[in-house]
């Protein structure tokens, strides 16, 4: 099951599927709500460019827009 970009705080990847909306744009990996002081650098995601699915060249996790 995807997560949503709003939930608790966690790390990168937790998981590998994160489901975002457009009001959490502009999308970022590791997500503002992740701890990021022990993760790769902050990268920023075309996903709406990309045809509304984006994958973080450092750790993986892929992204999917859904609305």
């Given at each position: 099951m995807a997560q949503s970009a709003s939930s608790a705080p966690s790390s990168a990847p937790a998981q590998k599927v994160y489901e975002v909306h457009r009001a959490d744009l502009?999308?970022?990996?590791?997500l503002p709500s992740m701890a990021v002081w022990n993760e790769?650098?902050?990268?920023y995601l075309s996903i709406v460019e990309d045809g509304g699915?984006?994958?973080?060249?450092?750790?993986?996790?892929?992204?999917?827009?859904v609305d």
């Open positions: 502009p999308l970022s990996c590791p790769h650098p902050r990268v699915r984006s994958k973080c060249p450092y750790c993986g996790a892929d992204y999917v827009l």
